[in-house]
């Protein structure tokens, strides 16, 4: 915040400082150019890839469980088997040979059924162990790619550390000269604006791209009063104010 009363100038002179270190540090940012979305990116994918081994693995332990089940049910099954085809030579009468034999046929069924889910598990096993195999050369692959463009970034941010730590404390120092509100209305355009400028001068009769009017021109250069774009809300300045500042 401003430490002591200022006028309304010095005020529009301090937010084009600060406007110029922040293009400044923003040109620092550009420098890195889309590798930090890469790198997220990138990692949300391995993300979605272990995620999938994940599941793969815990569907093929659910299937090893199932499969022991279906082989105690299959010998279940056939210890009844046996059990019913002794009874039979035992019975009386036809009707418990019949029951019998039902029994008999209900267990082969079951027998048969059995083996045919253990086929398909097997099956899904197979399958399962190729897509596995796929998956693991993809994450091999999106490693060596994270690791290859954090190295990217990290020379990146090496070779600008210097520069943007100069930057960084200019900032802090020209943010003191600013009041809290007009301070607090430009950093609320800096995230509204695409290019990050918030305090624009007047070049051709035109500021950021958008015609200002001769009467609108006249105010600003009075340099009594904040005014901003009717069209994007950014702060103008007369391009004399601001090309003072800058070499100041």
Do not use: C, W
């Amino acid at each position: 915040m401003a430490t002591e009363t200022t006028t309304i100038e010095d005020q529009l002179r301090a937010l084009v400082r600060l406007q110029i270190i922040d293009s400044k540090i923003d040109q620092l940012t550009k420098l890195r150019g889309d590798l930090p979305d890469e790198i997220r990116d990138l990692e949300d994918e391995r993300v979605g890839l272990q995620t999938r081994l994940g599941k793969i693995d815990q569907d093929k332990k659910e299937a090893e469980v199932q499969k022991k089940k279906l082989k105690l049910d299959i010998a279940e099954s056939e210890g009844l088997i046996r059990k019913y085809e002794e009874q039979q030579l035992q019975v009386r009468n036809n009707r418990e040979y019949d029951a019998l034999t039902k029994e008999i046929e209900a267990h082969r069924q079951r027998i048969q059924t059995a083996y045919e889910e253990i086929e398909r598990y097997d099956n899904l096993e197979d399958d399962t162990a190729e897509t596995v195999d796929g998956a693991d050369d993809a994450l091999k692959d999106l490693e060596a790619r994270i690791q290859e463009k954090q190295v990217e970034l990290e020379k990146v941010v090496e070779e600008t550390k210097s520069e943007q730590g100069q930057f960084e404390k200019q900032r802090s120092k020209a943010a003191k000269n600013i009041d809290d509100r007009y301070l607090r209305a430009y950093e609320r355009l800096r995230t509204r604006v695409r290019d990050g400028r918030a305090v624009v001068p007047i070049e051709r009769g035109a500021a950021a791209g958008f015609m200002v009017p001769p009467q609108r021109q006249v105010e600003v250069r009075q340099r009594d009063r904040i005014i901003v774009s009717e069209h994007d809300g950014r702060i103008i300045v007369d391009d004399a104010l601001f090309q003072e500042a800058a070499a100041s």
